[in-house]
C-alpha cells in the first residue's frame, strides 16, 4: 500500500505524486530532454493548473503521470499503485479504466454514435451491465447539461456540446483523476466558461484530483493551484482560493 | 447497438469500397460456378424437370451420364411391381448429324453446298419425349401445343439458343441422320453446350432407326400415384431389386449431376483460378479499405485508449467491423449474382446457384473480410494516446 497517495482520499490528501520525472525526445542526431527531473503532485479536491508556453513539456507531463508515455527516469505514485510504471501495459490500462478521466483539446467524439451511446461505450468496458451504463450515462449528460440532447449525434452538436459530451463520457466513469488537455482552447468564451466551471465542480463536488494542462492564464481563477513550468522544469507552484463565479470574458 | 455496427450504417460510404470489392469477388466465383452448374444442368434437364419421381439406373452409376445408366428392358415389369407406381418408361438417347436445308438440292455434292454457303453438318444429341398425355417422360415445363408438334412423324423440336448453331428456324426442314425433318417447336430454357441437342418423340426416334428396341433401355423414369415422399419409396424400390439396380430419387439425381460437375479437371481448374483471384482482389481491397477507415477514426480509438480501454477491446471492435462488413457483403453478392441471372436468364442462359453453392462463398467472404480485418490491425498501433496531448 502506498503510504502517500490513496483512492479514497479526502480532499486534500494526495492522488498523484511523481519524483524526478525525467523523458527526452529523439531530435536529429541527439535528444531533447523535455521533462527534467520534475517532481509533481496533485490533491483530491484540487483543481490543479498546469501552465506554460508551448513546447514546456506540460502536455508530455500528463502523459508520463498517467501512464501513457514512459519516462525515461523517475517514479509515479498514483492512488493506491506505488510506481505506477512498473506495472504491465495491460495494467496501466486497468488503472486508467478504473480510475481515470481524460479530455483532450479535439473531442474525439466517435461520429457514428449519439450522445448517449459515446458515454455508454466507455462504461460498458468498466463491465457495466446494459441497463446500469445507460442511467450512469443519462445522469453524467445531464450533469453537463445536455439532458436534452441525449440522442444528437456529434455532427448536430456545437463545439461546446461536443466538449461536454466528452467531459461526461470522462465523468460518467466517476474518475479519481481527470486530466484535461487544453479543454478551453477549441472554444469561445461562453463555452470555455461552462467547461472550466465542469472541471471546478468535478473536484468540488466529486473530490477528483483534477489536473489540467492549459496556456490561458484567464483559467487561473478556477484553480486551487497553478503551476508554471518552462522548459521541463516546474518554476513557480502556488496555492489560491479560487473563484467559482469567475467570468471568462469571450472572445468576441 | 454496437461501435463497430454504428460505425459501418453511419460512415457507409467509406466502408462502399470493401464491400463492392466482396460482392464483386463473391459474383466472379458465384456466376462462374453458377454458369458451369447451369450448362450441366442443360445436359440433364430433360430428365431433372421430367414428372418422373424415381429414376432407376445400373447399381454402379454415379451421374446421369457418368457410368453404366442403361439397365435391362426386363426391369420394366419388375418395377411396375411396386403398387405405388404409375408409370415407368425408359429414356432413350441417341445422336446423329443435323443439317439445314435451304434452297440447296440435297443431292448436291458437299463442295457445291459448301460454295453455295449452306452450313456444315452439325453432331447432335438426340434426346426423346413420349407423346402421349402426361408421359412421365415429358418435361413439365412443356406445353401442351409443343407435345402436340412433336406428336407428328419426324418432328423436332429446338431450343431457341441452339436454332443459330444449327442454322435453322421454326418450321424449316433439315437432314437428321440423311433424313427430313420438321422443325416443329421452340424450346427455351434448355441451353446446350458443346453439343447441340434436339428433342423428338420416341415415335420419330423409332421411326428413323435409332430407338432402344433390344433386351436394353435407357434409365427408367418412374413416376408415383402420389408423389410426395419418392426417398420411402425409392428405399422400396432398391430393396425390391436387391442390389439389380439403383433408384435414385429425382432431386439425389440432380444432387448428384451437378456435383459430376466437379470431377471436370478444367473446370475445377477454371473456378479455382476465380476463387484465388476473388480472394486476392477482395483481401487487398478490403483491407485497404478497411486501413483507411480505421486511419480516420484513429483519435477516436486512442480517446477510447486513453480511458483505458484495452488494445485487445479495439481490436474486437475491428474484426467485429471486418464481420459486418463481410456480411454486407456476403447480401451485395448474391443480390448482385441474383441480378446477373435474371439479365441471364432472360438471354436463356442458366445461372444455377443452388444454396450449398450460396453457403461456401458467403462464408468464403466472411473470411475473407475478417482476414483483411486481421491484416489492418496493425494500424491500431498508431492509436496513441499521447499523440492527442499536445
Known amino acids: 500500500m502506498n503510504a502517500h497517495t490513496k483512492v479514497h482520499g479526502a480532499h486534500g490528501d494526495f492522488a498523484v505524486e511523481a519524483k524526478g520525472l525525467v523523458k527526452r525526445f529523439k531530435s536529429g542526431r541527439g535528444f531533447v530532454e523535455v521533462l527534467k527531473g520534475v517532481d509533481f503532485d496533485a490533491r483530491h479536491g484540487d483543481l490543479t493548473m498546469v501552465m506554460g508556453p508551448s513546447g514546456s513539456g506540460k502536455s508530455t507531463l500528463i502523459a508520463a503521470l498517467s501512464g501513457l508515455l514512459r519516462p525515461e527516469k523517475g517514479q509515479v505514485d498514483a492512488l493506491d499503485v506505488d510506481n505506477l510504471w512498473k506495472l504491465s501495459p495491460g495494467r496501466i490500462d486497468k488503472f486508467r479504466l478504473d480510475h481515470c478521466g481524460f479530455i483532450f483539446q479535439g473531442f474525439n467524439l466517435f461520429p457514428a454514435l449519439t450522445a448517449l451511446q459515446q458515454v455508454e461505450t466507455v462504461l460498458k468496458y468498466q463491465g457495466l451491465s446494459k441497463d446500469r451504463a445507460r442511467k450512469r450515462a443519462t445522469l453524467a449528460l445531464e450533469e453537463v447539461g445536455l439532458g436534452p440532447r441525449l440522442h444528437q449525434k456529434p455532427s448536430s452538436l456545437s463545439g461546446g456540446e461536443k466538449q461536454r459530451v466528452a467531459i461526461a463520457r470522462a465523468l460518467a466513469k466517476d474518475p479519481k483523476i481527470l486530466f484535461a488537455d487544453e479543454p478551453t482552447s477549441a472554444l469561445d468564451g461562453e463555452n470555455g466558461q461552462v467547461v472550466i466551471r465542469l472541471l471546478r465542480r468535478a473536484a468540488s463536488d466529486h473530490g477528483a484530483a483534477v489536473i489540467c494542462v492549459t496556456h490561458d492564464p484567464r483559467l487561473e481563477a478556477w484553480a486551487d493551484r497553478v503551476i508554471h513550468i518552462e522548459d521541463g522544469v516546474i518554476v513557480s507552484d502556488e496555492r489560491r482560493v479560487p473563484d467559482p463565479n469567475a467570468v471568462l470574458a469571450s472572445h468576441h | 447497438m454496437s461501435l463497430a455496427l ?31 452448374i447451369g450448362i450441366g444442368k442443360g445436359f440433364t434437364a430433360q ?15 454415379k451421374t446421369l451420364f457418368g457410368g453404366p445408366s442403361g439397365v435391362p428392358r426386363r426391369f420394366i415389369p419388375q418395377v411396375y411391381n411396386h403398387p405405388a407406381v404409375d408409370e415407368v418408361q425408359p429414356f432413350d438417347m441417341a445422336g446423329g448429324t443435323f443439317q439445314s436445308v435451304r434452297d440447296v438440292d440435297p443431292t448436291m455434292s458437299q463442295a457445291e453446298r459448301a460454295k453455295m454457303g449452306a452450313p456444315k453438318q452439325n453432331f447432335v444429341m438426340t434426346q426423346i419425349i413420349d407423346t402421349n398425355e402426361g408421359a412421365v417422360t415429358i418435361p413439365t415445363d412443356y406445353s401442351e401445343e409443343l407435345v402436340d408438334a412433336l406428336r407428328q412423324p419426324y418432328t423436332v423440336a429446338i431450343d431457341e439458343t441452339t436454332l443459330p448453331k444449327l442454322g435453322v428456324k421454326l418450321g424449316d426442314k433439315a437432314l437428321y441422320n440423311g433424313q427430313t425433318v420438321t422443325v416443329a417447336a421452340v424450346l427455351s ?9 434436339i428433342v423428338m418423340s420416341r415415335d420419330t426416334l423409332r421411326r428413323v432407326g435409332q430407338a432402344d428396341t433390344g433386351p436394353r433401355v435407357g434409365p427408367l423414369m418412374v413416376k408415383l400415384a402420389d408423389g ?28 448428384a449431376n451437378a456435383n459430376a460437375m466437379f470431377e471436370e479437371g478444367i473446370l475445377v481448374i477454371i473456378i479455382g483460378g476465380c476463387v484465388v483471384l476473388g480472394v486476392i482482389i477482395g483481401v487487398a481491397i478490403t483491407w485497404q479499405t478497411l486501413r483507411g477507415a480505421i486511419m480516420a477514426n484513429i483519435k477516436e480509438f486512442a480517446s477510447l485508449r486513453a480511458l483505458g480501454v484495452s488494445m485487445g477491446s479495439l481490436r474486437r471492435i ?13 447480401v451485395a453478392a448474391i443480390t448482385l449474382t441474383w441480378l446477373i441471372g435474371l439479365l441471364a436468364s432472360a438471354n436463356a442462359v442458366i445461372i444455377a446457384l443452388p444454396p450449398i453453392l450460396l453457403i461456401i462463398v458467403g462464408g468464403g467472404l466472411i473470411a475473407i473480410a475478417m482476414l483483411s480485418g486481421l491484416l489492418s490491425l496493425g494500424i491500431l498501433r498508431k492509436s496513441q494516446p499521447a499523440d492527442l496531448l499536445r
Request: glycine share 8%.
Open chain 2, 6 to 36: 454504428a460505425t459501418l450504417l453511419y460512415e457507409w460510404r467509406r466502408y462502399m469500397a470493401a464491400v463492392m470489392a466482396l460482392a464483386l469477388s463473391g459474383l466472379l466465383v458465384l456466376a462462374m460456378t453458377g454458369v458451369f
Open chain 2, 47 to 61: 430428365i431433372e424437370r421430367s414428372s418422373a419421381d424415381i429414376i432407376i439406373m445400373q447399381p454402379g452409376a
Open chain 2, 189 to 197: 430454357g434448355y441451353p446446350s453446350m458443346m453439343q447441340p441437342a
Open chain 2, 228 to 255: 410426395s415422399q419418392p426417398e420411402i419409396v425409392s428405399a422400396q424400390i432398391n430393396a425390391m431389386g436387391k442390389g439389380q439396380w439403383k433408384a435414385w430419387t429425382r432431386d439425389e439425381l440432380a444432387q
Open chain 2, 318 to 330: 475491428v474484426l467485429e467491423l471486418s464481420f459486418w462488413v463481410g456480411c454486407v457483403g456476403v
